[in-house]
Structure formats: C-alpha cells, structure tokens
C-alpha cells in the first residue's frame, strides 16, 4: 500500500470532519427534538463533545455528540420538571463517568464476549436505520404525521438512491476525496441547480445561533433535586459509558489500533460536565458517525477537531448553505452506513457456532433496538457468563486407578467452582473406596471458596468412614483457605501448581 505523505493524511482527516459535521447536524437535530429540547440545544452538545473528547480523549477518530442512547432518557426528564433539570442532570452524569474513569472500570468492556459485541453492533444499525425512517413522514396542518406518498415520496427515495450511488461508485474513480461528502454534495447541487421540491435541513430547523454561554443551571441546590435527576443521570452514564466503549472496541478492529477506554471515558465526563454548563444537551459516541471517519481513514485527532470547527461555523456563519443540503442526501448517507455496520457475515454462523451465541446476539440486538443498550449489553453478559459455568461445569471429570499400594486414585481433570461442585462431589465412591484414597489435582483447578468448601466436605465424608485420604498438587490459596482437610494434603513446592483462588479471604 501506498504510503501517504503528511499533507494528504491532514487532507483526508479535514474532509472527513466535514462530512462528519455534515451527518452530525440531521442526527443533533433529531435527537433534540428527541429529548423536547431545542435544536441549538442538539448542535451545542455535538460541538462540545466532539471538540473535547477529540482534543483529550483515548480513541482518536472516534466522532461523539448528541445520542438516541442517551436523549430517549431525558424525554420524561423535561417534559415532567423542564430543560434546566436536564442540563443539571447532565452535568451530574458527567461526573459520574468521570468516577467510573478514575476508578479505571472501563477497561473490562474488553470482557464482554463477541456474540454480545455483535448484537449491540447489529441493534443498533438498526436503530439507526429506524431513526431515517421519520425522515420519511411529512406533518399536516393539525400538526399529525403521515408517510408520504406519490411524487414526494419517488422525490425522496430517487435522491437517496442516488446519494447512495454516488458513494459506492465514487471511490471506483478516486480516493482522493471522501465518498460520503460527495453524495452530499453532488445531491445537494442537483437539488438546489434543479429546484427539485424535497425537504431540506432548513425545513426541519433553521441553525443561526451565537456561541455556546456559560449557565448554571437553574434548580435548587437540594437534595431533593438530587433525587429527582440520580436516576436519569445513572441511567444516562451507563448508557453512553456502554456505548462509547463498545464502539471503541469495534473502533479498534477496524483499525487495527488499541485506544485508551478509561482516558474516552474520563473526556466523555468532561465534555458532558461542560456540556451541562452550556446549555447543551449531553451525549456519547456515536457508532455511525464514527464509522464515516474511519471508513474514511480518517483516525487523526484532526478529524475531530475540524467536525467541531465546522459545526459551530455552520450556526454561527453557515446556516443558510447548510440548511439548503437536502435531507435524503444525509438520511442516503446514513443507510450507507447502516449498510456498512451491520455485520452481514454474523448471517453465515448460524449452523456454525453454538447455537447459545447466536440466541445471545440477537437477543441483544433485539434489546437493543426496544428497550436500550445498557440493559441489552448486561442482560447478554449475564447470560454468556451462565452458559460459560454451564458449560465449564460439564468438563470436570476424573480417571481413577489402583496403585502398587493397593490406594485408589482419583486425578482429576477441569476446573473447579461453584458451578461445578455437584458433579465434583459424584465423582467419587466413598463408600465402595478402599481405606486408602488419593486425589490429584494435577490437572485440576480450584477458582473459588465454593470448590474450596466442596474439598473440605469430601474430606468429612472420608474421614467418617474411617478412610485415609490424601490431597496432591494443590495450590498454595486452596492450602491456606482448607479448614478440615488442612491436614490430608501433600504439599510439594517444586510439584503444585501456583494460581489465585477468587476469595475474600486472600489478601
């Protein structure tokens, strides 16, 4: 591959922002208007959070702005106790991932399992999708909406036909120019050249505005304003924490880089703490606008940083360009990107992988698209982690023979914990055992105070009988967590294997 130089790098990382600020307008528009705010209030949010999570953040080209993940929250918010309740419960979020941040808890989104990755990934390219859809409806005078039909919509579904043309054929021509900003443009021309009737982002909201001004918030500093903004605030943190991360994972594949999870997450605190200090409305990363920008090359901070230059631009200098950019130009763009984050090939594993993965994928997928992300994401890490002890417990087994001296002995194979203690304690005939036993644990290992616990139970079964029994190849935890069965192991340091016990009782 060709290498490129420096300017062509800054090149394609400023061009990508511009498209991204472009795509980020119709979604901070419709979130806003999502969360019963105005739309100023959505753009803000994304200026605000793309600037400072591109400037201090840990996955440079990761886009983050004003999100469904965390606007469906803030609806009930407003509309019961008003919008200064919501600036203050954005700033209460913030500092709430920025305890999650300090406390370095974000670097354990690499433990949720691939098929739980999978679902959120295709979930929400279908809430994506979904979320075009409104694009599609028109208002009537009593203020209803109603899907259109006849010329405007064929207007409609021809402009997003062809925005979506464009970006596939475009980069069979050159790469020297992204894609996803050429649909917009070469429709936008055809539009405005043409005077072709459509909807146009000046339609939806007009975008002159002055910058963003500092403001407390204006609630009451009480307790009793901390009840009533806690529990969207939490709900607000984890949503826009599970996404961020999430997307930073799949970020870094596609890259083949490793960003930093608790550094994003300690930005995006700071961005939304700011964020509810200037009026805005908050938010987190935004999977398919991050996938522009990579899908752009473009990893730099630049990318980011220009995003941010050219949204305020647009309120403060270019509003009346950019509301004559039609919407289906933006909503072609998006099914584009629909069409590139959702993982087609998870279709080609069914028949192939355990047939639990796949229920958990589209469980949360499913999860993802009707309730929200946070619990779609715990309720797959909670399943995958059951089906994992399920199916660790299956593997405990042994094999037993008599020695020269006439004991049994039982070596035993697989791990032990808690889940697998019932199959453990079956293994064995205390009864029909002659009086000398010996297990191994060579091949076996002890995970927790419930095997630990199961050991000493099966030392007292023996030891009732009148048998002697004998316990090889522990580690050093199982030897300082035995109570009865302390006394029947054989400790050889140069034998036993060395591994930590999951108990409170090591320090």
Request: hydrophobic share 55%; aromatic share 10%.
């Amino acid at each position: 591959m060709r290498a490129i130089s420096q300017f062509e790098e800054n090149k394609l990382n400023i061009l990508s922002g511009i498209t991204v600020a472009l795509a980020l307008v119709p979604e901070a528009i419709a979130f806003a208007f999502v969360a019963h705010v105005s739309p100023l209030t959505g753009l803000y949010a994304a200026f605000i959070l793309v600037l400072i999570t591109s400037l201090i953040g840990g996955r440079p080209g990761m886009v983050s702005g004003a999100s469904g993940a965390t606007a469906v929250v803030m609806v009930a918010l407003v509309v019961t106790h008003g919008v200064q309740y919501l600036f203050a419960s954005v700033i209460l979020m913030g500092l709430l991932q920025i305890i999650f941040a300090v406390a370095k808890l974000s670097k354990y989104a690499r433990m949720i399992p691939h098929s739980v990755n999978l679902g959120f990934i295709n979930g929400l390219a279908v809430v994506i999708f979904l979320a075009q859809l409104d694009h599609f409806k028109t208002l009537t005078a009593t203020g209803a909406t109603h899907w259109m039909h006849g010329t405007p919509l064929f207007i409609m579904v021809g402009l997003v036909a062809l925005t979506m043309l464009v970006i596939y054929i475009f980069p069979l021509l050159t790469k020297a120019f992204p894609a996803t900003l050429t649909g917009a443009l070469v429709v936008t021309f055809i539009v405005v050249g043409f005077h072709i009737p459509t909807t146009t982002v000046g339609d939806v909201a007009h975008l002159a505005g002055g910058l963003p001004a500092f403001h407390v918030p204006s609630v009451p500093l009480s307790w009793k304003t901390l009840e009533i903004i806690l529990p969207y605030s939490l709900i607000m943190a984890a949503n826009g924490l599970v996404e961020t991360l999430l997307t930073l994972n799949l970020i870094d594949e596609m890259t083949d880089t490793r960003g930093k999870p608790n550094k994003e997450s300690l930005a995006q605190g700071v961005s939304n703490v700011v964020s509810g200090f200037f009026g805005a409305m908050g938010g987190c990363a935004m999977l398919g606008q991050s996938i522009i920008n990579v899908s752009n090359g473009a990893i730099k901070r630049l990318s980011g940083i220009t995003t941010a230059i050219f949204l305020i631009s647009f309120i403060l200098f270019a509003s009346k360009w950019i509301e004559q950019v039609p919407i289906a130009a933006l909503v072609g763009v998006m099914f584009v990107i629909v069409e590139k984050t959702f993982e087609w090939s998870s279709f080609r594993f069914f028949g192939k992988i355990p047939r639990t993965d796949i229920f958990i994928g589209i469980l949360v997928a499913a999860l993802t698209v009707l309730v929200n992300i946070t619990i779609a994401v715990i309720a797959g890490v909670i399943i995958a982690a059951l089906v994992f002890a399920w199916e660790h417990a299956k593997q405990i087994g042994v094999h037993t023979h008599v020695d020269e001296h006439g004991r049994k002995i039982y070596a035993l194979e697989g791990t032990l914990f808690f889940a697998s203690i019932s199959q453990f304690s079956r293994l064995f005939d205390a009864n029909g055992d002659p009086d000398d036993v010996v297990i191994d644990f060579a091949k076996a290992k002890v995970m927790d105070h419930s095997a630990i616990q199961a050991i000493d139970t099966l030392a007292v079964r023996y030891q009732r009988l009148g048998k002697n029994l004998i316990l090889r190849h522990l580690c050093k935890d199982c030897l300082d967590l035995l109570d009865k069965a302390k006394d029947l192991c054989v400790f050889n340091l140069a034998e036993d294997p060395y591994y930590h016990v999951a108990d409170d009782k090591i320090s």
